[in-house]
């Protein structure tokens, strides 16, 4: 009697493991890559990588240029300088600047080069040198503000477009329509969306620490500038 009841009981857990083990099978979502997401993004994703590569590599050369660029300890390097000047050692002067590679000792040497001029012609050309100095420390951050503007605003149409290629297949589609036909065509066009953020917002954050050290350099210029003139102007005090 016993055997018995142990032999139906054993033998009716089966069945509502088997059913609880489908009923789990059938809740649980199936997962997708990202690999798959960027494939279902369209032809709005080949350009989103062309700016993330862009963004990327302008960023990179930009940020190394501009370490290289402040990496001269332009205080000491100009007390060196004024201490040179004021000792009458011009060459000396001339030579310590070609050895530096920076922003302000290409400045200072085209100033001493014009040493014996009027102080206003040594103004103007520094003044000539820091011009060009500041446009080759502002390279390409304009195309980085570019990426970062026109990422987000390309994923937003690669969006619609979906978006409405997803409607004109529900519209096409005879009968009800089907919540997974719906949802896959909703989701994936917001794919190009959240791709185009992705790269938009790093790349204004990069932008924006670069314009800052960028500022920072020129500031050091300006100063440099400033007390290379005050520094020819004291022997006429």
């Known amino acids: 009697m016993l055997f018995t009841l142990l032999q139906i009981t054993t033998g009716a857990v089966p069945d509502s493991t088997v059913a609880a083990t489908d009923a789990t099978a059938t809740a649980t979502p199936e997962s997708v890559s990202l690999i798959d997401l960027a494939m279902a993004g369209g032809w709005a994703m080949i350009p989103l990588l062309v700016l993330s590569l862009a963004a990327i590599y302008i960023f990179t050369e930009r940020f190394l240029a501009l370490k290289k660029a402040g990496a001269a300890n332009s205080v000491a390097f100009v007390d060196k300088i004024k201490q040179m000047v004021l000792a009458g050692d011009i060459n000396g002067a001339k030579m310590l600047c070609a050895k530096t590679n920076s922003p302000v000792s290409r400045m200072l040497q085209k100033g001493i080069s014009r040493i014996g001029n009027p102080l206003k012609d040594i103004e103007a050309s520094i003044e000539n040198v820091g011009k060009i100095e500041v446009s080759g420390l502002e390279k390409n ?90 520094l020819l102007q004291e022997p006429q005090v």
């Open 141 to 230: 951050l304009s195309a980085l503000a570019t990426v970062a503007g026109a990422a987000p605003m390309l994923g937003f149409l690669g969006t619609v477009t979906g978006m409405i290629q997803a409607f004109i297949a529900i519209a096409q589609a005879e009968g009800s329509v089907s919540p997974k036909l719906l949802s896959s065509g909703i989701y994936e066009a917001m794919v190009t969306t959240a791709a185009g953020l992705i790269i938009g917002l790093p790349a204004y954050v990069g932008y924006n620490y670069l314009v800052a050290k960028t500022d920072k350099i020129v500031h050091t210029m300006e100063y440099s500038a400033i007390e290379f003139m005050d």
